[in-house]
T-cell receptor
């Protein structure tokens, strides 16, 4: 069965600090996809990144970067020079191939990030 | 391009009643998924529809049902509401069904009293 663990429930940092959100996943499939979503107080989940299991290259997008390591089943997310607007709940999610096709995301429990001035 | 639209945004219902929530996906998206978010259980997959067919279903009782129309709009229905059904219900749409990024709506906050 697939599982996503986000051990950090809440992280507080001061603006401009770097912060890393951890994500560890479990799956028996060799083909799978990993995602990160941001949930601001307004409630909608905002897509940040998708990574397939065959692509272990790290990715950087502005202040955001992701480190995917299959050897440790981890897909960590780093925010560089954090800003108050980064305050939100961040979810890591896993999607495996479904028998009938389609999407089914398994989410971690989320990490509440608070960035203070 | 308009995002995923969910209506209503807020709803208060009484135990035993039924409720219907609506989701209009992004134009051109044919896959619609539903998720329930509660403080205790987190985000849980309810079901997914593609071309009016249910492709996947999560571990929820039969009181939870859904459907998709030919224009890809989707509805989910919860019958015989229980207090534990109080949650944020999120709808997500995808361009193609397999493992692509899903775009979420702002959700419907259902309170059962």
């Amino acid at each position: 069965a697939q599982k996503v663990t986000q051990a950090q429930t809440e992280i507080s940092v001061v603006e401009k600090e770097d912060v890393t959100l951890d994500c560890v996943y479990e799956t028996r499939d060799t083909t799978y996809y990993l995602f990160w979503y941001k949930q601001p107080p307004s409630g909608e989940l905002v897509f940040l990144i998708r990574r397939n299991s065959f692509d272990e290259q790290n990715e950087i997008s502005g202040r955001y970067s992701w480190n995917f390591q299959k050897s440790t089943s981890s897909f960590n997310f780093t925010i560089t020079a954090s800003q108050v607007v980064d305050s939100a709940v961040y979810f890591c999610a896993l999607s495996e191939a479904q028998r009938g096709g389609g999407n089914k995301l398994t989410f971690g429990t989320g990490t509440q990030l608070k960035v203070e001035l | 391009k308009a995002g995923v639209t969910q209506t209503p945004r807020y709803l208060i219902k009484t135990r035993g009643q039924q409720v219907t929530l609506s989701c209009s996906p992004i134009s051109g998206h044919r896959s619609v998924s539903w998720y329930q978010q509660t403080p205790g259980q987190g985000l849980q997959f309810l079901f997914e529809y593609f071309s009016e067919t249910q492709r996947n279903k999560g571990n929820f009782p039969g009181r939870f049902s859904g459907r998709q129309f030919s224009n890809s709009r989707s509805e989910m229905n919860v019958s015989t509401l229980e207090l534990g059904d109080s949650a944020l219900y999120l709808c997500a749409s995808s361009y193609v069904p397999e493992n692509t990024e899903a775009f979420f709506g702002q959700g419907t906050r259902l309170t059962v009293v």
